[in-house]
């Protein structure tokens, strides 16, 4: 099976605008058998009286509630066009937000049974002000959101991982994701910021801790190559670190090129030989 496991559509308000046909014939052509489409879900309507970011990182980060039916419209149709071609799977990159875990188990719940397959992650944080700010919408947006964490790094990992841990523990009922995607995605601004490219010990155990919960839940770690692409990033996510444990521990692996448009789709392939080189040894 070759599977990409992570892409958008042309509904993405960060995205290209490719058409998502296009992207589908893309998959095909590079031989993919089967094709995952994980457009963001919108965020909890209350979501935004504790966001402390830049609008455009609010307003740019998912599907709003009323293109929801839209989008199964356009996912469904796709299935039925290339169905006999390619294995289309349809879901949500959905986001952990902690304090809105029942927010996200009702729509869950509600929108769940139209899905195969849903991605959890995690791309927001509380920073200054104690309030939520974006941790990849650019690197102003990341230096005057985490700025009291900057002069200590290895802290600011851990505060994500706490959230990773809070996402893999939380209770989000029957439909829950089964997937961690991109879960070092707060190293996309390494090169930039001189963030450490190694994890200290208190990040390597609490790291191993989020992965045994992963295993025992039967979870899955997206293998997404996007962050070789980003211009102060240069790593695919999870990275070395986490990919060697996760590989110890038998926790599958799924490629995800994290696409929003054409020439993403299946990006970065390749280095699924990395991973198989990783689970050898």
């Known amino acids: 099976m070759k599977k990409d496991g992570h892409t958008h559509t042309e509904l993405c308000p960060h995205g290209s605008g490719d058409e998502t046909a296009k992207m589908i014939e893309k998959a095909i052509e590079l031989g993919f058998s089967d094709y995952c ?10 979501f935004a009286t504790e966001f402390k970011g830049k609008n455009e990182g609010l307003e740019t980060a998912s599907l709003k509630w009323s293109q929801l039916d839209d ?9 039925e066009k290339y169905g006999n071609v390619i294995n289309i799977k349809v879901g949500f990159e959905i986001d952990y937000l902690p304090g809105f875990e029942v927010d996200i188990k009702n729509f869950l719940d509600e929108y769940g049974p139209r899905t195969q397959e849903n991605i959890l992650s995690v791309h927001f944080m509380k920073g200054t002000a104690n309030g939520f700010w974006c941790v990849d919408y650019d ?10 964490f900057l002069a200590n790094p290895q802290n600011l990992y851990y505060r994500y991982f706490k959230l990773i841990q809070q996402a893999v523990s939380a209770d989000l009922g029957k439909y829950a994701p089964q997937r ?28 191993t801790d989020i992965l045994n919960i992963v295993k025992t839940k039967k979870m899955e ?18 990275g070395k670190q986490i990919l060697q444990i996760a590989c110890e521990k038998k926790i599958p692996l799924v490629f995800g090129s994290d696409a929003h448009s054409m ?9 699924v030989d990395f991973i198989e080189t990783l689970d050898r040894k």
């Open 37 to 46: 489409i994980t457009e963001h879900a919108p965020l909890p309507e209350g």
């Open 71 to 79: 989008y199964f419209e356009l996912c469904e149709r796709l299935q």
């Open 139 to 148: 690197t102003t947006e990341f230096a005057n959101g985490f700025s009291d």
């Open 180 to 207: 961690i995607g991109h879960m070092n995605l707060i190293k996309k601004y390494q090169d930039y910021f001189g963030l450490p490219v190694k994890f200290n010990n208190s990040n390597l155990e609490l790291i």
């Open 221 to 238: 770690l997206d293998f997404n190559t996007a962050g070789l692409y980003k211009p102060y990033c240069n790593e695919v996510y999870p």
């Open 263 to 271: 020439s993403e789709v299946g990006r970065g392939y390749h280095l």
